[in-house]
């Protein structure tokens, strides 16, 4: 009798893969309808199939005749086992799958047992085709119906014409290679066909012309250089990338980013762009590292590749966006920006805390609070002035001299103040209080960068409006903050 397999740890995720199983032999145990299901999906495959079972169907008995299968009569023994690369246990006996899988996991076969995710080393997955190209769907074998359902909506929107396209581009493969033997070149020549007219031509059947156009952008010639794309990355959620900013970085060859932005967001790029780290650190050497951004940027540029600067929230706030385009320009590089939601929106709007309010706030001002010299340039009394809502940018430096600039110049000590530390992001919290005790609520919850600071009279509405991740710690009591709003 076949050893009992143990029961694997469900691994985190699945390494997806496309097999070239022809001339291989693949095992399907099983010879009913599930199992013909399963051989229907190998037909095309190239691969030697044996379906052994003590029975076949009417369907699979003709597949036999045709020569397409081979088959073995007989209950499962482990000499099926020879040869094949892949054994499919298709049976309705859960007794049997399970002596199936044993033997397939001694002898390091990779194993699918139908509607047992837990015995299965490689799960099939539900499947969109389009001549040779194939659109895989898979949940891990935990959600087969979820993976249905997605295919299902596939279908709708993937037309018969992508197949042809596939073997368009299949057959001209060889002479783009030669053609474009650079591979940013190749990108960029695969980026103009596609969203060019021969998807359409081809839509319509008109294969001839279609190849015709393909054959007229390989002969012309490729741009000689790259580009460069300013991305405002927001401030962590990637849900609030703008579309253009994800098609870009889906497009992009090299991306120099800045240290704050996400993992959530490097994850949506490219996945063979080259990630270049190349943000601040405190205590660095600001200047010194701008400018080697700005060599960086030109250099890959000039290399013919496509360059996205991707920024923590907008480059043009605070972001030294200008600086950087102004050297792009003076080289003749091409350019362009693709905005980002800059933190003050974005981190206020998941605190709570509306910049403007008909009863609080008329207006709003962006400040930078990395500043450290005492003639600092900034107009402490317009800052100072009431109904308005500052947000200090790198705000867990120097609040101290903030608070006693800010009271020094006639804010109120009980303008009720926020720090958002991690905005928009899983570890968002957001501390409320009022400016006079501004440092110590800091030092008290320890919050760290990156963060945002907010004053002004609708900080306090963040106790009330808050709606994303933990509620707002506090130094004051809430009743104390409502009234201070």
């Not at 985190?12 to 893969?17: A, E, I, Q």
């Not at 892949?86 to 139908?114: C, P, W, Y």
Request: with cysteine.
């Amino acid at each position: 009798m076949s050893p009992t397999p143990s029961i694997r740890p469900m691994p985190t995720r699945l390494f997806p893969f496309f097999a070239d199983l022809h001339g291989r032999t693949v095992l399907v145990v099983g010879g009913g309808s599930v199992a013909r299901r399963k051989v229907d999906a190998l037909l095309d495959t190239g691969a030697r199939i044996v379906v052994g079972a003590p029975a076949l169907d009417r369907e699979l008995i003709a597949l036999a005749a045709e020569g397409r299968i081979d088959t073995v009569i007989g209950n499962f023994t482990d000499a099926w086992l020879d040869d094949a690369c892949l054994v499919i246990a298709a049976t309705d006996d859960a007794v049997a799958n399970r002596a199936i899988a044993a033997a397939a996991s001694e002898r390091r076969i990779f194993a699918n047992v139908v509607d047992d995710a837990e015995l299965s080393s490689i799960h099939l997955p539900a499947r969109v085709e389009r001549g040779p190209l194939q659109i895989a769907i898979s949940s891990g074998g935990g959600a087969p119906m979820l993976a249905r359902h997605i295919r299902e909506q596939l279908e709708t929107q993937f037309d018969e014409s992508l197949g042809a396209l596939a073997e368009l581009l299949q057959r001209s493969r060889a002479r783009i290679r030669e053609r474009l033997p650079d591979l940013p070149a190749r990108r960029r020549f695969f980026d103009r066909i596609l969203k060019g007219p021969i998807p359409a031509l081809l839509r319509r059947g008109d294969a001839i012309s279609a190849e015709r156009a393909l054959q007229a952008n390989l002969d012309a010639a490729p741009p000689s250089r790259g580009r460069v794309a300013l991305v405002g990355a927001g401030p962590g959620d990637p849900g609030l990338l703008t579309l253009r900013a994800l098609r870009l970085l889906n497009e992009a060859d090299v991306i120099l980013h800045d240290r704050l932005v996400s993992a959530e967001v490097l994850a949506l790029a490219r996945r063979d762009a080259e990630l270049i780290e190349v943000g601040k650190r405190v205590g660095g050497d600001h200047a010194a590292t701008q400018s080697g951004i700005h060599r960086l940027l030109v250099e890959q540029a000039l290399a013919g590749k496509r360059v996205v600067r991707l920024k923590g929230g907008d480059p043009f706030v605070f972001g030294r966006g200008g600086e950087e385009l102004e050297v792009l320009q003076s080289h003749g590089i091409d350019f362009e920006v693709a905005p980002g939601i800059t933190a003050a929106i974005a981190c206020g709007a998941y605190a709570g805390i509306p910049l403007t309010h008909r009863e609080h706030a008329q207006s709003v001002r962006f400040v930078t609070a990395h500043t450290k010299d005492e003639d600092d340039g900034i107009d402490w009394r317009a800052l100072a002035q009431d109904r308005q809502t500052l947000a200090f940018y790198m705000g867990v430096s120097g609040l101290e001299r903030i608070r006693d600039r800010l009271i020094a110049h006639g804010r109120d000590a009980r303008t009720p103040v926020a720090l958002v530390e991690n905005g928009t992001r899983a570890g968002q919290r957001v501390v409320v209080g009022t400016l006079a005790e501004l440092p110590e609520l800091a030092n008290t919850h320890r919050v760290s960068a990156p963060a945002i600071l907010f004053v002004g009279e609708v900080a306090a509405l963040a106790t009330r409006l808050h709606w994303f991740g933990a509620p707002p710690l506090h130094g004051l009591p809430l009743e104390a903050l409502a009234q201070a709003a």
